[in-house]
């Protein structure tokens, strides 16, 4: 079992900044895959970033490449969203996701991020 706790959410106005967390506990190190998906309202769930715990190897979205850096701590468990440039279009409810070797998928609770033009 994998347990996400998330935060840093909220409003800003287009062109501000954002960094989102996602602490993780249990059984950390059966995670081979840490991410970060968005949910607009009306729009299927969507990958934002994502990152493989082995070897450290990323991919983006198309829609926020150069805009956002998806990062990790391992030594506080913690992964990391910053995002910049923000644009309305950027707002959404933005969920935490790992999976485990055993392809088992865990969900944090969402954390909403309202971008103002």
């Known amino acids: 079992q994998v347990q996400l706790v998330e935060s840093g959410g909220g409003l800003v106005q287009a062109g501000g900044s954002l960094r989102l967390s996602c602490a993780a506990s249990?059984?950390?190190?059966?995670?081979?895959?840490m991410g970060w998906y968005r949910q607009a309202p009306g729009k299927q769930r969507e990958l934002v970033a994502g990152?493989?715990?082995?070897?450290?190897?990323?991919n983006y979205a198309d829609s926020v490449k150069g805009r956002f850096t998806i990062s990790r701590d391992n030594a506080k468990n913690t992964l990391y969203l910053q995002m910049d440039s923000l644009k309305p279009e950027d707002t959404a409810v933005y969920y935490c996701n790992v999976r485990t070797r055993y392809g088992m998928p865990y969900w944090g609770q969402g954390t909403q991020v309202t971008v103002s033009s």
């Open positions: 990152v493989v715990t082995n070897g450290g190897s990323t």
């Open positions: 249990g059984s950390i190190s059966s995670i081979n895959f």
